[in-house]
């Protein structure tokens, strides 16, 4: 059972923005611990999208972008490609009991 | 350039000992925290643990039991064990790259390796 809860999926069509949730709480998100995002084909190992909640690895195209507002997270796709059809995750760190990097429970992302 | 690349077998007996092994090409393990991923067939993603290269280790609470990540004598390999297996143990497990103790992100990904847990 994950403590970060996604939206199962999305949909847009191509050139529209779509927004994906990272819902979670004061032991995680809420407590400032950074936010990662992973884009994953399936079949494919997960790639990193955004680090550190905001910012995007060399190689990763400028319509991808994250912020955090108290204990939520998201990860906007501005201009929405074919090629952006995957699977979304977030990822942070969550302080209660022994502390663990946790992942969103993932959204499928569907351009139509 | 360097790659991860995940090994072990594919197919492990209820209540057995599943190994794994992730070699690190085109670099050696230092100053990373190199960590275990799964991912169940059709669900999200689940962090394991990871090893420091001081060998300093932390595992997810949920199965620090049956747990033990460490570093090959070569230093280019870590490895995962993980105890009395069962289905749910099903999974593609996926060795990463991170960069923190806490709350890291992981910019390195093996292909990872699908392991069956099935009599």
């Known amino acids: 059972q994950s403590v970060l809860t996604q939206p199962p999926s999305v949909s847009g069509a191509p050139g529209q923005r779509v927004t994906i949730s990272c819902t979670g709480s004061?032991?995680?998100?809420?407590?400032?611990?950074?936010v990662h995002w992973y884009q994953q084909v399936p079949g494919t190992a997960p790639k990193l999208l955004i680090y550190?909640?905001?910012n995007r690895p060399s190689g990763v195209p400028a319509r991808f972008s994250g912020s955090r507002s108290g204990t939520s997270a998201s990860l906007a796709i501005t201009g929405l490609q074919a090629e952006d059809e995957a699977d979304y995750y977030c990822?942070?760190?969550?302080?209660?009991?022994?502390?663990?990097?946790?992942f969103g429970t993932g959204t499928k992302v569907t351009v139509l | 350039q360097v790659q991860l690349h995940e090994s072990g077998p594919g197919l492990v007996k209820p209540s057995d000992t599943m190994s794994l092994t992730c070699t690190v090409s085109?670099?050696?393990?230092?100053?990373?925290?190199w960590t275990w991923i799964r991912q169940s067939p059709g669900k999200g993603l689940e962090w394991i643990g990871h090893i420091y290269d001081s060998g300093s280790t932390k595992y997810n609470p949920s199965l620090k039991s049956r747990v033990t990540i460490s570093v090959g004598t070569s230093r280019s390999q870590f490895s995962l064990k993980l105890t009395s297996v069962s289905a749910a143990d099903t999974a593609v497990y996926y060795c990463a790259r991170g960069y923190h103790a806490s709350g890291s992100y992981f910019d390195l990904w093996g292909q990872g390796t699908l392991v069956t847990v099935s009599s």
């Open positions: 550190g909640t905001t």
């Open positions: 085109g670099g050696s393990i230092g100053h990373y925290y």
């Open positions: 004061s032991s995680n998100i809420g407590a400032s611990y950074n």
């Open positions: 990822q942070s760190y969550d302080s209660s009991l022994s502390g663990s990097n946790v």
